[in-house]
């Protein structure tokens, strides 16, 4: 094992939220480690604390996959009050912006395109069990 290398992951936590400042400091050297000092070992523990992501509680946390054809795409849909920051660092380019406002319109139209075809096909199967006919027979 090379010096920069890091641990195996044979004592990582099995979940990535129960990684703490600590775990990611015992990944790194022993003798790189050893040469912080007191108060460069707290202030990096400060940082990576600050850094890690903290989950907050969601409404609605949806995920799953879809197999289309020889690919498999992961889709997750988070609904909850939203605690990020107001600014952001980087700013989407305009073609970009408009890239993904097309995409999400395509999005909505497909959505309400699904739901309008499962409506369909339950008032259908309603009629079928009901035996009604919006036709008439002919005799």
């Known amino acids: 094992m090379t010096k920069n ?3 195996p992951a044979d004592d990582a936590p099995t979940h990535y939220r129960e990684r703490t400042p600590e775990y990611y400091l015992e990944r790194l050297d022993p003798a790189l480690r050893s040469s912080f000092t007191a108060p460069q070992l707290e202030a990096v523990k400060q940082l990576l604390g600050e850094s890690i992501p903290k989950p907050a509680a969601k409404l609605v946390d949806l995920r799953f996959w879809v197999g289309l054809l020889a690919y498999r795409f992961y889709v997750v849909l988070f609904i909850g009050k939203d605690y990020r920051r107001r600014e ?25 395109f699904l739901v309008s075809v499962l409506v369909l096909l339950i008032a259908f199967a309603i009629k079928y069990a009901v035996g009604y006919s919006l036709l008439p027979h002919p005799r």
């Open 88 to 112: 952001r660092d980087e700013v989407a380019e305009p073609l970009a912006r408009k890239g993904n406002a097309m995409i999400a319109l395509l999005l909505l139209i497909g959505l309400n």
């Open 5 to 7: 290398a890091p641990k």
